[in-house]
């Protein structure tokens, strides 16, 4: 017997269909006899699909063409106009 | 190094070979097919439009500095994601009032799940509102989320990574990176319930 608790614990792998067999047959039962759930599950799924539907942000001509010649200089052993507070080396690893 | 296909069909590999032998314009195009992605990654980690914008140019740079130690053992778009999420963390951590932001921070990891609010949302919610108006909501929502909380939604569920490389990214475990995101998920969808719950309904107490 499936409680709430337990159900929301297992969302996650349950909207991820990772779930194993046995388990989602059960949460399934859960979800049909618990409205509270069923309501979490079905906001929590759109939720999830409202923000993938989401366009990417749009870029200005102006900076995409700041980075472009920013890359050139770069290309070119130019120094770039990084910002002077840029300063991380994590991102090489 | 393998051929890598990703984003919808998009093969990417002979495009960073190009690139890695010095050719500007195939990295360029690389650029171009990335560049919404990093800056909408960048915006909704720093919550800036002008730290989401140096974000995205030291990204560009660096990966185009570095791209020699491209192994091609991952995709090159999670290789710049994983540069972008360092760069954006860097920038929140340099913030004086985000002095605490951190990857190892201890935070409630979400052992006790709950969902306070309950009520029924219009089947597509997001037709209620103008592009501009449900970009303001999304993102608002989003900003109201921990750092890590935000890094690692944002990273699954807008970017579409998998949990494993979002660990991987995050250097964090995957069960931690699944608890963090139905954490994250659960915090969004009370947020925005009050925007897309059907008229009428009334919400009640639960739990």
């Known amino acids: ?27 399934e039962n859960h979800l049909s006899e618990c409205p509270n759930c069923w309501v979490v599950t079905d906001t929590t799924k759109k939720t999830i699909k409202v923000y993938k539907g989401m366009d990417p942000y749009p870029i200005s001509g102006e900076l995409h063409n700041k980075l472009l ?14 910002p002077t507070d840029s300063v991380s080396t994590e991102a090489e690893a | 190094m393998a051929s890598i296909t990703s984003q919808a069909g998009f093969n990417e590999t002979p495009l ?40 995205l140019q030291e990204t560009f740079l660096k990966a185009y500095e570095h791209l020699g130690e491209f ?7 999670t290789w710049i994601v994983r540069i972008a999420v360092n760069e954006s963390l860097m920038k929140l951590r340099k913030r004086k009032s985000d002095r605490s ?7 409630d990891t979400g052992e006790d799940v709950i969902a306070r609010e309950i009520a029924v949302w219009e089947d597509n919610p997001e037709d209620q509102y103008s592009q501009s108006e449900l970009r303001e909501i999304l993102d608002e929502a989003v ?24 660990a991987e990214i995050l250097n964090l475990t995957v069960p931690a990176v699944k608890s963090r995101l139905l954490r994250a998920r659960l915090k969004l969808r009370e947020k925005l319930t009050r925007y897309f719950k059907r008229k009428g309904d009334d919400i009640f107490d639960y739990l």
């Open chain 2, 16 to 55: 960073v070979t190009k690139a890695r032998q010095g050719d500007l314009a195939a990295f360029t195009q690389l650029v171009e097919k990335y560049e919404g992605k990093i800056f909408r990654l960048a915006r909704h980690i720093t919550n800036s439009q002008e730290d989401a914008e140096d974000v």
């Open chain 1, 1 to 27: 017997m499936i409680t709430c608790k337990r159900f929301l614990e297992e969302l996650g792998a349950f909207l991820d269909e990772q779930t194993a067999p046995e388990l989602r047959k059960e949460l």
């Open chain 2, 71 to 77: 192994q091609g053992n991952s995709k090159f778009y």
């Open chain 2, 101 to 107: 932001v951190s990857l190892d921070e201890q935070i």
């Open chain 2, 143 to 166: 900003k109201s989320l921990p750092p890590i909380f935000r890094s690692v939604f944002v990273l699954r569920d807008i970017e579409e990574l998998s949990s494993e490389e979002t």
């Open chain 1, 69 to 82: 010649l920013a890359l050139t200089r770069v290309s070119r052993r130019e120094k770039p106009e990084v």
